[in-house]
T-cell receptor, first 112, second 111 residues
């Protein structure tokens, strides 16, 4: 059974810092890994998708990497801003039935 | 506009009552998912469906039921057997092994 872990549960940084959010998964036979952002009381917004054959994806100030062999993915946020404050979740797509399994998320606070 | 629509946004349920949450997508996606989100618990999978007329139980299916009669619709019924239904419910859809998209959620409260 796939298990996805995100540590720490919360993170507070000053504005302007570059930061890395970690995601680990136990079953390396994934189809893809996806990073999402969730604002309080809202649904999930997709940030980046990395297919199993890819090593990284970039969108603006965001860069996500994937290392299947070690069961890890990281989301790099450059020059963080207060507007980046949200919960960031990663999800792994695994198995014949294409089950999407989530970590518990990292709540990020960027202080002005 | 293409996307996933969940309704209602807020729902109140009396003790012993069944309620149905709607999820509709016009993205022509084959796969659809229902998740439950509680504070500090992350997203837990209730049911998912890969094709019409077929669905599988997720990790916390007890007390819930679904149907998939049409590709674009995947309603979730919270039955009276679900003893602690107060939560935020999220629906998602996906095509193949591509990006999953989510609706804006339904907040269910027992009164």
């Amino acid at each position: 059974k796939q298990e996805v872990t995100q540590i720490p549960a919360a993170l507070s940084v000053p504005e302007g810092e570059n930061l890395v959010l970690n995601c680990s998964f136990t079953d390396s036979a994934i189809y893809n890994l996806q990073w999402f952002r969730q604002d309080p009381g809202k649904g999930l917004t997709s940030l980046l998708l990395i297919q199993s054959s890819q090593r990284e994806q970039t969108s603006g100030r965001l860069n996500a990497s994937l290392d299947k062999s070690s069961g890890r993915s990281t989301l790099y946020i450059a020059a963080s801003q207060p507007g980046d404050s949200a919960t960031y979740l990663c999800a792994a797509l695994t198995g014949a039935n294409s089950k999407l399994t989530f970590g518990k998320g990292i709540t990020l606070s960027v202080r002005p | 506009d293409g996307g996933i629509t969940q309704s209602p946004k807020y729902l109140f349920r009396k003790e012993g009552q069944n309620v149905t949450l709607s999820c509709e997508q016009n993205l022509n996606h084959d796969a659809m998912y229902w998740y439950r989100q509680d504070p500090g618990q992350g997203l837990r999978l209730i049911y998912y469906s890969q094709i019409v007329n077929d669905f599988q139980k997720g990790d916390i299916a007890e007390g819930y039921s679904v149907s998939r009669e049409k590709k674009e619709s995947f309603p979730l019924t919270v039955t009276s057997a679900q003893k602690n239904p107060t939560a935020f419910y999220l629906c998602a859809s996906r095509w193949g092994n591509t990006e999953a998209f989510f609706g804006q959620g339904t907040r269910l409260t027992v009164v």
